[in-house]
T-cell receptor, first 114, second 114 residues
Framework: GNSVTQMEGPVTLSEEAFLTINCTYTATGYPSLFWYVQYPGEGLQLLLKATKADDKGSNKGFEATYRKETTSFHLEKGSVQVSDSAVYFCALRADSGSARQLTFGSGTQLTVLP | NAGVTQTPKFRILKIGQSMTLQCTQDMNHNYMYWYRQDPGMGLKLIYYSVGAGITDKGEVPNGYNVSRSTTEDFPLRLELAAPSQTSVYFC?????????????FGQGTRLTVV
């Protein structure tokens, strides 16, 4: 079946540090890949997505590139802010069938200190 | 825009009690989902619906029931609550189930069974 593996947290960084959160996946076919963010006390919201190999998703200074050769979709940001403190989830949505439902990684808690 | 609205936000249940988690969306989405989020784990799909009157089991349906009498509402019923159902529950919706489609999430219901 499909699966998503994220680097374990929690991750603590100082403001303006560089962020990488690793995400790798297992899926048949050509899934779409997503990063969702969950701010404290809120539901998940889409941060960015990529729908085919070599696509780069970007939003709010975050980027992730769909790498089919390494089955990865690592999230990066060049300079994090305190307001980026949240839980980040990598997810995929497969090509067809009941597996089209979103499959999530376990989430990575990010804390950014001033 | 209200989006996806869940009630209640918090609830404590005694073992053996039952309750209904409410979910409503105002985006006219056909597809709706219930997930549970356990600490350190990704979101697991409980049930989903592809339209009014149509529901299907997800990955972890045991101990839950759903109904979908209208496009807007997708309540989740817990019968005979057990400590293993202590979790955070998220309702989500999407306009389709194609692989490129993002899901919109409610704020979650934190349920504790004691």
């Amino acid at each position: 079946g499909n699966s998503v593996t994220q680097m374990e947290g929690p991750v603590t960084l100082s403001e303006e540090a560089f962020l990488t959160i690793n995400c790798t996946y297992t899926a048949t076919g050509y899934p779409s890949l997503f990063w969702y963010v969950q701010y404290p006390g809120e539901g998940l919201q889409l941060l960015l997505k990529a729908t085919k190999a070599d696509d780069k998703g970007s939003n709010k200074g975050f980027e992730a590139t769909y790498r089919k050769e390494t089955t990865s979709f690592h999230l990066e940001k060049g300079s994090v802010q305190v307001s980026d403190s949240a839980v980040y989830f990598c997810a995929l949505r497969a090509d067809s069938g009941s597996a089209r439902q979103l499959t999530f990684g376990s989430g990575t808690q990010l804390t950014v200190l001033p | 825009n209200a989006g996806v609205t869940q009630t209640p936000k918090f609830r404590i249940l005694k073992i053996g009690q039952s309750m209904t988690l409410q979910c409503t969306q105002d985006m006219n989405h056909n597809y709706m989902y219930w997930y549970r989020q356990d600490p350190g784990m990704g979101l697991k799909l409980i049930y989903y619906s592809v339209g009014a009157g149509i529901t299907d089991k997800g990955e972890v349906p045991n101990g839950y029931n759903v109904s979908r009498s209208t496009t807007e509402d997708f309540p989740l019923r817990l019968e005979l609550a057990a400590p293993s159902q202590t979790s955070v529950y998220f309702c989500a919706s999407s306009y389709s189930d194609t692989k490129n489609t993002e899901a919109f999430f409610g704020q979650g219901t934190r349920l504790t069974v004691v």
